[in-house]
Structure formats: C-alpha cells, structure tokens
C-alpha cells in the first residue's frame, strides 16, 4: 500500500446469512468503519480457497472457512499482508507459507474460550442426564419407561480434558464447581498451573483410562492429528463418553464410530467431523447414543460479537502500524 492509499480490506462471503447479513451482527463493523483509511467490502464471489487474484486485489482478509494454502501467496503481485481468522483454528491457512512472504496470520483466541467452554459443558449435562432419550419418551407417550434411563451424577465422576490452553482452563473453571475430580493432560502447560484450576495433570493414557467424560479441545497439527485413535478409545472406560469440539481429525473417526458400534466406549458429543459438512450416510448420524451438532455448537450472538471484534480490531491495529494481540507464529 502507498502512502495515502486506503487499506483495502475483504471479508469472505461465508460468514454472511442467508438473508446477506453478517451473521455477528452489525456492531463489530464500526472498528473498520471509525478507520477512515480503511476500505472494506464482503469478497464479491464465495470461494472455498482463496486465490492468487483475491490475494492481489486486497491488503488484508478477514477470514472464516476458505482454506489458504502456499499457491494462495505464490505470486509476485500478491497485495494482502494480514489474514485474521474467524475464530480460534488455524488449521486452514498455512501459516508458515503466508510468513515467508511476510503475510501475518491471526486469530481469535479469547473470544472463544468462554462459548467452546460452555458447548462442552452443554454436551457432557446433555449425556448424563440422558436429555435426548427423556425427549423422545415423553413426546410417544412412553413415560413410565423413564426409570429405564437413569441418569449420570457428576460429583462421583471424572472429567478429562485433552489440552489445557485457553478453552481447556476455561472449561476446568467452569467445570469446578461441579465438584467432580478432574484430570489434564497437556506437556506444554506446568502441572501448578493446572492444579490452580482444581484439576490434576497427568499422561494422556491415565486420564483415559480413568475419565468418564473425555473432552478434546487441542489444536489440530501434526502432533495431534489421529490423538484419539482406536488404540486411544480402548484405553477409555466402557462407560465413558467422548466429547470433541477442538477439530474432527483430532479423531480417527472410523476408530471412533468402531468404538462405539462394539461398545467400547458409552457414547459421544460430536461438534466436528473429520469431513465437513458432515456426509449424509455417516454413522455417527443414526446412533442414538451420539449427539451431533454442526460445528457450530458454541455459535451465539455474544460469541460470534466477540470473536468479530477481536478478529477486525487486528486488521483495524494492523492497518495503523501496530502489531496486533494475536499473531499466530510458524510452528
């Protein structure tokens, strides 16, 4: 950008609803807005990656699902030099790629803890307290079979969460109160730290075998692609119930729907798919004890308010010359 040129500024298609209204509302805009030297306008086309010639067009890109990949970044006219991602995950840019041509990814880390959190939560009261069976015997008239599904005390049982970054020590605070033992297992975070939440760290293979709700809120890299494979699942108790809300390929999905065909494990709470949108003949979908939501479980109007805000407010600091809060760095 020149100087006196405005900083032109894209946000993808996909993040509007079907009525053409950005589904965070109106509000978050005003950051772009107040900055008179910014430009900004919802990419004209709906693009599922972005392209060398949108890259060329704009100086930055507010970002939902349209993957970028080292070809996005490959040609010499490209203009952009920041994305901001519209949410937490960054599995779909290629950070190190987009740094190497000195393009600054960024990301929405504090506004999604407290939701993803809350949408954990959600999932583990929904199966314990067998909502979804307790709905359909009463909608047929079968109400005296209630006794048939009890239900899950929490303050007896053990909550495992797989990663204890922001959205797992959110979901460990939340989650105290309960009065349930709880476990982590995550080596990048110290062990006081975790037991200031209440919570016990421990390996990966213990918190399994000893958990009755496993909740997966880790990033997907290589390191954590396939963590929960069938070897993983055997290792969980009978009864226990897995919860996955970080990313779908956190799970071997056909180890997991195995898992729970053989009753290897209880049941599950399913936000992500290793494909989505989700294929119609998945498994996952038919089984009763399996509640599955679209990737979208922690969607609110105050999560989508704040994730904006945070997510433009990098593109509004970005634009002025300022290092924004959250730049994700190459691994």
């Known amino acids: 950008m ?4 405005p900083f032109k500024v894209a946000l993808t298609r996909d993040i509007l609803t079907s009525e053409g209204k950005p589904s965070f509302g109106e509000g978050p805009l005003a950051i772009l807005n107040n900055e008179k030297h910014i430009q900004w306008e919802f990419l004209p086309e709906l693009v599922s990656e972005i392209t060398p010639d949108i890259m060329a067009r704009y100086d930055g890109l507010y970002v939902n699902t349209p993957r ?4 996005s970044v490959a040609r010499s006219d490209r203009r952009v030099r920041i994305v901001a991602r519209h949410g937490v995950g960054y599995d779909s840019v290629d950070v190190a790629a987009l740094a190497a041509k000195g393009v600054i990814t960024t990301n929405t880390p504090v506004a999604v803890r407290r939701p993803v959190a809350v949408a ?3 999932f583990i009261f929904a199966l314990a307290g067998r909502l979804v069976i307790k709905d359909k015997l009463t909608r047929s008239g079968r109400w005296h079979e209630r006794t048939n599904h009890m239900g899950l005390g929490l303050t007896t049982r053990t909550l495992g969460v797989i990663g204890a970054g922001g959205i797992g020590r959110e979901l460990l605070t939340l989650a105290r109160p309960f009065g349930w033992k709880m476990l982590a297992a995550d080596p990048y975070v110290d062990a006081t730290t975790i037991a200031a939440l209440g919570a016990e760290r421990v390996p990966l293979d213990q ?6 709700f496993v909740v997966a809120t880790v990033l997907l890299n290589n390191e954590t692609h396939h963590l929960m494979s069938a070897e993983r699942f055997a290792q969980m108790k009978r009864s226990a119930y897995f919860i996955n809300l970080s990313r779908g390929p956190i799970a071997d999905e056909a180890a997991l729907i195995a898992a729970l065909r053989s009753g290897t494990i209880a049941g599950a709470g399913i936000d992500v798919f290793e494909q989505e949108p989700v294929a119609p003949d998945n498994p996952l979908l038919t089984m009763d004890t399996v509640l599955v939501t679209p990737h979208a479980l922690c ?5 989508f308010d704040a994730i904006a805000r945070e997510g433009l407010t990098c593109i509004a ?4 010359g300022r290092t924004p809060k959250s730049v994700v760095r190459p691994a």
């Open 2 to 5: 020149n100087a006196g040129q």
């Open 317 to 320: 600091d970005f634009a002025k």
């Open 207 to 212: 918190l399994l075998r000893a958990s009755d």
């Open 120 to 122: 954990a939560l959600t």
């Open 299 to 303: 969607w609110t109007d105050e999560c």
């Open 68 to 71: 970028i990949a080292a070809s």
